[in-house]
């Protein structure tokens, strides 16, 4: 049964990715008028920012071209992450980006997966990595396994993943909001270095010098793993059919030419 289901909405997704933008690919698929997403509040470059109460980033224009092809109106709220992973828990909301995977956070809502029921990278929103930041003339490494030379602490993001993994290892760690705070504090020697997402840190010590003068990344990435639009358990029980048209449509948008050329465009813009 779950086979024919699958087999019915790829037939599906080719046929909305063939029509005009404006319309859904199958009238029986049962749609919502309106979907809310959550993002985190921090300027996340490239994937999204908030610009005079507006989200932008790459991630915007992806969700974007999707609520084109699939005919819906998507609006965006950006909150604290961890209050929008509640509200996603609570469905305040019905969806909630980008989120990496973990377990505590299936109690929240739906990832997508696979018809054996195994997460789908294939359907993520983006793929993003982990570096470590550290003062310069440091002697702290990452050798790809564990730190080397560590005396004090890793500071990371308020709530994020990579978290758990340094405390897997054994590795202090400690929170502070946004990476730009974690930054700091590795300029004032407070930690003795920060674990956080590649793109968002380069772009920090790209636009300030005077961080970019105290502190260099190191070139091991500490990680590299796919982020998700995770969706409510409530859009999931009440359109079924739809939900896995929406995690379809987004892969194939996300590896389109149009998205390249938007891409190209975004890069060319903050450069």
């Given at each position: 049964m779950k086979q024919r289901i699958w087999s019915?909405?790829?037939?599906?997704?080719?046929?909305?990715?063939?029509c005009p933008s404006s319309v859904i690919a199958d009238e029986?698929?049962?749609?919502p008028s309106q979907l809310l997403f959550c993002h985190e509040n921090e300027q996340a470059f490239p994937w999204v920012m908030t610009v005079d109460g507006e989200s932008q980033g790459l991630?915007?224009?992806?969700?974007?071209?999707?609520?084109?092809?699939?005919?819906?109106?998507?609006?965006?709220?950006?909150?604290?992450?961890?209050?929008?992973?509640?509200?996603?828990?609570?469905?305040?909301?019905?969806g909630a980006f980008a989120a990496s995977y973990k377990q505590e956070r299936l109690h929240m809502g739906r990832f997508p997966v696979t018809l054996k029921g195994n997460l789908d990278?294939?359907?993520?929103?983006?793929?993003?990595?982990?570096?470590?930041?550290?003062?310069?003339?440091?002697?702290?490494?990452?050798?790809g396994e564990t730190f080397i030379n560590l005396t004090g602490e890793i500071s990371i993001q308020n709530?994020?993943?990579?978290?758990?993994?340094?405390?897997?290892?054994?590795?202090?760690v400690v929170e502070f909001q946004g990476p730009m705070a974690n930054l700091i504090k590795?300029?004032?020697?407070?930690?003795?270095?920060?674990a956080l997402q590649t793109d968002r840190a380069d772009q920090i010590l790209k636009q300030?010098?005077?961080?970019?003068?105290?502190?260099?990344k190191y070139p091991i990435p500490i990680s590299s793993k796919p982020y998700y639009l995770m969706l409510s358990f409530k859009l999931v029980r009440s359109h079924p059919d739809f939900v896995e048209l929406l995690w379809e449509t987004?892969?194939?948008?996300?590896?389109s030419t149009e998205m390249e050329a938007v891409q190209a465009d975004f890069y060319a813009q903050h450069n």
């Open positions: 019915s909405l790829s037939l599906m997704l080719m046929v909305t990715l063939t029986h698929i049962q749609s991630d915007i224009e992806l969700l974007t071209q999707v609520s084109q092809k699939l005919n819906i109106d998507i609006d965006y709220i950006a909150l604290p992450w961890k209050r929008c992973l509640h509200h996603l828990e609570l469905s305040k909301v019905d990278a294939n359907r993520r929103i983006h793929t993003s990595g982990y570096s470590l930041y550290i003062p310069k003339n440091s002697d702290l490494g990452w050798n709530g994020f993943s990579i978290g758990d993994r340094l405390t897997a290892l054994g590795i202090p590795v300029k004032e020697a407070r930690v003795a270095g920060t300030n010098p005077e961080l970019a003068d105290a502190i260099e987004l892969a194939e948008v996300r590896d």
